[in-house]
Every structure is written in structure tokens, then in C-alpha cells.
């Protein structure tokens, strides 16, 4: 079994910041790419960022230059740096990670921390 949990969300006003993080746990050999995604109520999931394990990063447009994605690969955590907070960043923001397990791969997904953008 492996477990994704993120933290850090919360209420922001316009312009300002938050830190998400998503700890990795269980047993594994390696965890490949972590990436964040975000969901507002009847909308599809979307990517918002990733990071492999050579420290490879990906944005979507919307979020360069505002959002910085990382790893502590000690602590199996990844973060992401939230700045310049715009209302359209409100969502619940999940964690995803591919782990390299015995006898395969697993993708799960973390439980998700709610973002509020909002004055």
C-alpha cells in the first residue's frame, strides 16, 4: 500500500500565497513523477503541475511564472508554491504520484486540500 496526503490549503486573498505540500508513504522502491492537479465542482481535473525524479517540472500556462513546483526527495514530499493567488485559482488541489513497486507501478491519488482565493 502506498498513501499520498496533501496539506497547506486554505483561504487567501487575492495576491497572496500559500505552500501546498504532498507527503508520500508505504511501501515502495522509488516514487517517479509527482504532479498536483486542481477541481472546481463540475469541472473536469486538471494538471496543473509535475516534477520528475530528476527534477524535471511542467507547468500549465495559466499558473507559469506564479507557481513553483518541488521535491525533497529525502522526505519523499513534494511542494508547491503558490504566488499571486488569482480567485480562478480556487479548487481542491490533489497530489497524484507514479510509485515503482514490487512487481509493478502504482498511481494513486492524495485525499485533496481545498484553496480559496477570496477577499
Known amino acids: 500500500q502506498v498513501h499520498l496526503v496533501e496539506s497547506g490549503g486554505g483561504l487567501v486573498q487575492p495576491g497572496g500565497s500559500l505552500k501546498l505540500a504532498c507527503k508520500a508513504s508505504g511501501r515502495f522502491a522509488r516514487v517517479l513523477t509527482m504532479a498536483w492537479f486542481r477541481q472546481v465542482p463540475e469541472l473536469e481535473r486538471e494538471f496543473v503541475a509535475s516534477i520528475s525524479s530528476t527534477g524535471s517540472e511542467n507547468y500549465t500556462e495559466s499558473v507559469k511564472g506564479r507557481f513553483t513546483v518541488s521535491r525533497d526527495y529525502s522526505a519523499n514530499t513534494m511542494y508547491l508554491q503558490m504566488n499571486s493567488l488569482k480567485p480562478e485559482d480556487t479548487a481542491v488541489y490533489y497530489c497524484?504520484?507514479?510509485?515503482?513497486?514490487?512487481?509493478?507501478?502504482?498511481?494513486?491519488w492524495g485525499q485533496g486540500t481545498q484553496v480559496t482565493v477570496s477577499s
Open positions: 497524484k504520484a507514479e510509485f515503482l513497486v514490487l512487481g509493478g507501478r502504482l498511481n494513486p
